[in-house]
Nanobody
């Protein structure tokens, strides 16, 4: 019912930048929040940044000052601008949308397929 398509991952040297995008499509009535999570090998998935439909953002301390989350409500798209990348940022990055499919439906979480970000030292 809802598809999330991510793009923008890849290999970059330490200090470099990448921009991730995630677009949602399908029978979407409303989105109240979007976010990015990441999961490194052997680690739990962790929240990187989130943004509400009203534009309020929350960024993990580990990336604060380096990563910026933004959203385009008209395009159902969320972005993650990653600057000053470090090897410890290496992980699979997943986008997440909180979506309602109809006015009478509650919100449910949907996940992207994940995109690999690798930062070399």
């Amino acid at each position: 019912q809802v598809q999330l398509v991510e793009s923008g991952g890849g290999l970059v040297q330490a200090g470099g930048s990448l921009r991730l995008s995630c677009a949602a499509s399908g029978r979407i009535f409303s989105i109240n929040a979007m976010g990015w999570y990441r999961q490194a090998p052997g680690a739990q998935r962790e929240l990187v940044a989130s943004i509400t439909s009203g534009g309020r953002t929350d960024v993990a301390d580990s990336v604060k000052g380096r990563f910026t989350i933004s959203g385009d409500n008209a395009k159902n798209t969320v972005y993650l601008q990653m600057n000053s990348l470090k090897p410890e940022d290496t992980a699979v990055y997943y986008c997440n949308f909180n979506v309602s499919l109809a006015p009478w439906r509650t919100f449910s979480r949907y996940w992207g397929q994940g995109t690999q970000v690798t930062v070399s030292s």
